[in-house]
């Protein structure tokens, strides 16, 4: 299976490169670099500040969990969009290939991390509330975040940095299945966002996403 990364909004985290290999999941080595790493507060580190150094934090093991969402079903010639579960246990390894700061993910394989500057968020880049089971909010809220799974926040997620992961791999039907992943960093130990994917046949997953520290 080939797979081809893309990147969006790139820019070049300023840390020691380091392969990923070098260091072994779970290994003392990686967690003596996280223990050693300063806290990391997506509320209040700059940009800069991240690019500079702080995005070591980042390094070691993440498990994604992934939900709730929605998928597309084709039914009686109509596509709707039917509930999926919260779905949990992949896990990413964060690290740094050159200077840049990357995941290793079975599935993905390598892939460049961009990150972007806090700013507003913009209506209809989030998920419905009723489609990702937030009967609690008002009709036609957008969700941007699991806030149920990160719990407390000490800001919004327009006050948090963000980092996108772009990629597509070939389905063997001619057509790519892409997923696009939008987080918002909360701290060293959590991120949270968005992901889509599409594919063959009008393929269509969509739902929250949330990586948490291993």
Known sequence: MIWRRALAVAVLLGAAPLALAQTAPGSLAEASSFFKAPPLDGCRISLEELIKGGSAALRGQWVVQKGPGEIAQA????????????????????????????ADSAALGFLPIGVEDRAPVKPGTGLRAESVGRGDLADGTEVFL???????????????????LLAERDSGTGE????????????????????????????????????LRR
């Open 146 to 164: 699991d806030e149920l799974a990160l719990g407390a926040l000490s800001c919004g997620a327009d006050q948090l940095l963000r980092l996108n």
């Open 75 to 102: 039914a009686g010639g109509r596509i709707e969009m039917v509930p999926l579960p919260q779905r949990t246990g992949e896990v990413l390894l964060l690290g740094f290939r050159n200077g840049r700061l990357v």
């Open 176 to 211: 790519a299945l892409r997923q696009d992943i939008r987080l918002f960093l909360v701290d060293q130990s959590r991120m949270s966002g968005t992901y889509r994917e599409t594919g063959p046949g009008g393929r269509l997953e969509r739902g929250l996403i949330t990586l």
